[in-house]
């Protein structure tokens, strides 16, 4: 596709269900990044691959946080027994070297959690 | 560790007048990126424009033009000719260079364009 695509758009989750995030990079893009925004907040770093390379995952705020991209280009965030705290947007970005150093944003997933 | 601070909650202009928003960060990196994102409410970061801190020259894109001061780390936006499509959060970003390197961003800043 032309863009980043996330899916859901939305997601409402009860406190303690587990919830799987989607987000397709643009084509050929080495680089992907996930990114929690709480309400009226900038983003926040969650984790870093570099191809199906997890390389940082420095920001993931608790072990209930699971990121994969088996096969390079498909990513999925899942959070484990969803806790109110989680509530936000979720942002993937993905970008090329080649390209320049910017980062192309998805337009997130909003998760509340009841 | 990096951080990057907008000291301006929430800016208002009037149509077609100018208007800065505010930008500082902390780095003890020589090398590094900056940028400025707008987010409308459809969520969807776009970029506006990027520095590179190795340029002392400004950037520019059209309406838009940064004031980078690097010894004072320093990065402001301004916005020239202000329309109703400017409308924002408006975020300043951080990146060490070189290779894949996250964004650390500001809080943001609201801009409201009044006609």
């Known amino acids: 596709g032309a863009g980043v695509s996330q899916s859901p758009r939305y997601k409402v989750a009860k406190r303690g269900q587990d919830v799987a995030l989607r987000c397709d990079p643009i084509s050929g893009h080495v680089s992907l990044f996930w990114y929690q925004q709480a309400l009226g907040q900038g983003p926040e770093f969650l984790t870093y691959?570099?191809?199906?390379?997890?390389l940082d995952k420095s920001g993931l705020p608790s072990d209930r946080f699971f990121a994969e991209r088996p096969e390079g280009s498909v990513s999925t965030l899942k959070i484990q027994r969803t806790q109110q705290e989680d509530s936000a947007v979720y942002l993937c970005?993905?970008?090329?070297w080649g390209q320049g150093p910017e980062q192309f944003f998805g337009p997130g997933t909003r998760l509340t959690v009841l | 560790a990096q951080t990057v601070t907008q000291s301006q909650p929430e800016m208002s202009v009037q149509e077609a007048e100018t208007v800065t928003l505010s930008c500082t960060y902390d780095?003890?990196?020589?090398?590094?990126?900056l940028f400025w994102y707008k987010q409308p409410p459809s969520r969807q970061m776009i970029l506006v424009i990027r520095q590179e801190a190795y340029k002392q020259q400004n950037a520019t894109e059209n309406r838009f033009s940064v004031n980078f001061q690097k010894a004072a780390k320093s990065f402001s936006l301004k916005i020239s000719d202000s329309q109703l499509g400017d409308a924002a959060m408006y975020f300043c970003a951080y990146r060490r260079s070189p290779g894949a390197q996250k964004l650390v961003f500001g809080q943001g800043t609201r801009l409201t364009i009044n006609p």
């Open positions: 780095t003890s990196e020589s090398d590094y990126y």
């Open positions: 970005a993905s970008s090329f």
């Open positions: 691959f570099q191809n199906e390379a997890q």
